[in-house]
């Protein structure tokens, strides 16, 4: 879907992070209030909004925006997994984009750490626990055993991706895991093992967070905001699961990694952009062998490239593709349903110029990806006006 | 066996759980379908390439009194009485 006319008016977030005390609402309405300082706006300029979770509760996004005020508009819930929040965005996308609405509200908010209690039933105890309690961690390690196997990439190579974001976080101030010295591949490998060969710091946490992006049309963020540099979305693709050989039948809940490159295909043709195109990307990185898939999937390296794409680091801040430069899931956090709405916050930050000491020099553009159990894929691009 | 891993952490977000590891992997039936499942074995019991049989295991009964079964696969091993287990 390509997206013309529609720009960033203002993003707001919450450090994700473990928030036992606040409730989903509370955190949402801080991500909200956040956002619409940040546009200049209040929520009576707000003419619609999608509201992202995945804990398994009803009415919660109806509730959290009741917490910004009552002005009577339209409100609708969206979840797709952890694609959530970049779903979230293209609705409320198209939803400028089509001339419905002049201002939308994309917010997401999620308690990871409430969901994990109900997942530790355990294996075992009735018919409908003993699929889903197999761990995402599995589902990803099975992708990395086939990669060593297919293409003598060893541990070390996923510890340097795991090292990278975990050293990115040390430089965002909203990033969960700010490290306080510079983690190295041996203390990667070191930490526990959770599923051959994924080690913990491959992984990211569990956390509870919120973020939300308000979306204008162009003309009116530039008239609400003059003289500060414009993000737009320009494209949006989300695909499910299409048959082919290899196709597993029974047990994935994470589709084929090939999803990956058919979605990022369609959106770099709506945008009439490419991967030579991107100054910076960001990735499902929830286990760090998956951000080395994604490198070639997104079309950043020909397929068996990856590894030296590591090896060169080419994807750290000051590389060629600088690839989850907040911390990516494994350290910026990963609470679900805001997850999406973060890269885009970090996004914008970036392609304003307001990203501090991991500014990607003279960012122009920007590749988000993610992909939701079921399963599902998302990428959407930005480019500064 | 097209894939495999061996889960050490059981149980999302938990630690303490009295439930051990367990394989999980990736079966290419002769038919065609690729299956994933639990695997039966310990974690240096498995390698990618490695001939697979299917398991039922009895987990006990359900509300309503019903057997709960579930499949697990494991590796093929060595002929007894000159045919495979």
Partial sequence: MRIDGVAVAGVGMVRFGRYPERSPSDLAREAGLTALHDAAMTLADVDEAFVGYIQPSPLLGIKAMKELGLTGLPITHVENASATGLVALREAAWAVASGRARVTMALAFDKMTDMAGGASRGRGTGRDQIDTTILPAAYFALWAQRRMHDRGTRPEHFAAIAAKNWNHGARCPLSHRQPDHEVTVEEVLASRLIAEPLTAMMACPADDGAACVILASTDLVQQRQPGRPVVLPVASALQSETYSPGHTFLGPVVGPATMTRDTAMEAYEDADLGPDDIDLAFCHDAFANEELEYYELLGFCAEGGAERLVEEGATRLGGRIPFNTDGGLIARGHPGGPTGLAMVHEIVLQLRGEAGERQVPDARTALAHLVGGGSVCTVSLFRRA | ?85
């Fill in chain 2, 1 to 85: 066996m097209w894939t495999w891993t061996y889960v050490h952490v059981p149980l999302f977000a938990k630690t303490d759980s009295t439930v051990a590891g367990y394989g999980v992997g990736q079966v290419d039936l002769p038919e065609g379908p690729r299956i994933q499942g639990i695997l039966s074995g310990g974690p240096d019991d498995f390698s990618i390439g490695m001939e697979m049989e299917l398991d039922l295991e009895l987990l006990g009964p359900d509300r309503d009194g019903d057997d709960v079964v579930i499949f697990r696969f494991r590796p093929v091993t060595a002929p007894v009485d000159g045919q495979q287990r």
